[in-house]
């Protein structure tokens, strides 16, 4: 089993950053971190879970919704078992209840979330105007 913890959610002001991390623990059929895509989604009130970005286990690939293209950045650290989603130039329209996923089968980039295997909890990111 694979257990993911997000962190680093909170308000912020709209214009402002915020960085996001979630470290993954346990394993799936023997492979661990270094061998999973991971992505990260949202979701705010009344609305379905939509997809945000998304990174190959190397980091080598990387793809992003078209509304957070050029704002926000998925990275990853291997050896800590980590990846982040830095956000930039925040907007209201951002706030959403934030969750990482992992793919641990072909560490693809995916951009459904049908595709992931495991979910961290979630964080909340809340802009305000």
């Known amino acids: 089993q694979v257990q993911l913890v997000e962190s680093g959610g909170g308000l912020v002001q709209a214009g402002g950053s915020l960085t996001l991390s979630c470290r993954a623990s346990g394993s799936a059929s023997g492979r661990t971190f270094s061998s999973y895509a991971m992505g990260w989604f949202r979701q705010a009130p009344g609305q379905e879970r939509e997809f945000v970005a998304s990174i190959s286990y190397t980091g080598g690939n990387t793809h992003y919704a078209d509304s957070v293209e050029g704002r926000f950045t998925i990275f990853r650290h291997n050896a800590k078992n980590t990846v982040y989603l830095q956000m930039n130039s925040l907007k209201p329209e951002d706030t959403a209840i934030y969750y990482c996923?992992?793919?641990?089968?072909?560490?693809?980039?995916?951009?459904?979330?049908?595709?992931?295997?495991?979910w961290g909890q979630g964080t909340q990111v809340t802009v305000s105007s």
């Open positions: 996923a992992a793919e641990t089968l072909f560490g693809v980039v995916l951009t459904s979330p049908a595709g992931y295997d495991y």
